[in-house]
């Protein structure tokens, strides 16, 4: 099996990780940090905006499985991409909305995306469109966090609308099991 891999953020990654997790196809999600200019940054330091990353997944899937083109299509509809540096009550740069992309066809596809798609919004789309230079995985406690931590109210209030949203909208997208 040939894989290819994306890297989305768009708020929490405890909550971007639960949506994308949902997906046939996507074989791994590793959260973690960037479009940054610290190596190696904490989730302290990244919390105090003191490196520039972004809180964002990133994904293996199985092109075969599921397009690159679906998966974006999840993106923009799990997050509001509209809000600057802003996802709900979460706050700060490294809550923005932003797709790293990996080579030159990823970051042609979601231009073309956006462009499609932002007339239907009330706002333009503020997503940040960038190369991917550097992904860091996030700490060991914030993998599976949501699995590892169902009970946590910030996960109880945030990741099921995320969840049913993408049941609404992507239902040919989701796991069989």
Not at 137 to 162: G, M, R, V, W
């Amino acid at each position: 099996m040939m894989t290819e891999q994306a890297t989305f953020a768009g708020g929490c990654f405890w909550c971007t990780e639960s949506v994308f997790k949902q997906i046939n196809g996507v074989t791994d999600v590793v959260s973690g940090y960037a479009g940054g200019h610290v190596a190696d940054p904490s989730y302290e330091a990244v919390c105090r905006e003191e490196t520039g990353h972004a809180e964002c997944v990133q994904l293996t899937y199985d092109p075969e499985e599921v397009s690159y083109e679906d998966l974006l299509a999840v993106h923009f509809t799990t997050h509001t991409p509209t809000t600057k540096d802003r996802e709900g009550n979460d706050v700060g740069t490294q809550y923005r909305s932003a797709v790293f992309y990996h080579d030159e066809a990823q970051r042609e596809t979601v231009e073309a995306l956006i462009e499609e798609i932002e007339p239907g919004y009330d706002s333009d789309i503020v997503t940040e469109v960038e190369p991917l230079e550097t992904f860091y995985p996030a700490e060991e406690y914030h993998q599976d966090y949501f699995e590892k931590n169902p009970d946590q109210s910030y996960c109880q209030l945030t990741i099921p609308p995320k969840i049913e949203k993408l049941e609404e909208t992507h239902e040919e997208l989701l796991r069989a099991d």
